[in-house]
């Protein structure tokens, strides 16, 4: 009689380490499309470009900033073109890898609960003898020995 065995199929430790990369990558090109862009004039002084979501708002803006907007644009996509390859190649590479499924008790509610059970059952791996036995009520040493003196009897 051979019993079947159910398997599920989770990433592979590469795939998810080329994930984790992929994520922070995607951290990488948000940043880049939202950061502002600034531009140092003929002074020193700073000029704000917007950002690659939101240009420069005026004509007068676009000149100052030129093709920064621009250059900046091309890294968010270079980091967008990678987030997708790292994540897509590690699948691809890597893969995913098929694990045995844990039986599951007919009747669980979550991990390591059992439906209509109550709490004073033993549990299927305890030894019943031990859960059986009630614990021993501490006992004061002087108030059962033969011919002690109470505080009562004074």
Do not use: H
């Amino acid at each position: 009689m051979s019993e079947e065995v159910e398997t599920m199929s989770v990433p592979s430790t590469g795939a998810r380490l080329c994930l984790l990369i992929a994520v922070l990558l995607g951290v990488w090109t948000v940043y880049l499309m939202t950061a502002p862009i600034e531009v140092q004039g003929n002074k020193l002084q700073r000029f704000d470009c917007g950002s690659v979501l939101q240009g420069p708002k005026s004509n007068f803006a676009r000149g100052i900033c030129g093709k920064v907007d621009d250059e900046q644009k091309a890294k968010a996509t270079a980091a967008g073109v990678a987030t997708v390859v790292v994540a897509v190649g590690g699948f691809l590479v890597f893969g995913l890898t098929t694990r045995p499924r844990r039986p599951r008790a007919e009747g669980v509610s979550g991990p390591g609960r059992l439906r209509g059970r109550s709490s004073t059952e033993p549990d299927e791996g305890s030894d019943p003898k031990v859960a059986d036995v009630p614990a021993e009520e501490p006992t004061d040493p002087q108030a059962e020995e033969p011919g002690a003196v109470t505080r009562s009897e004074e």
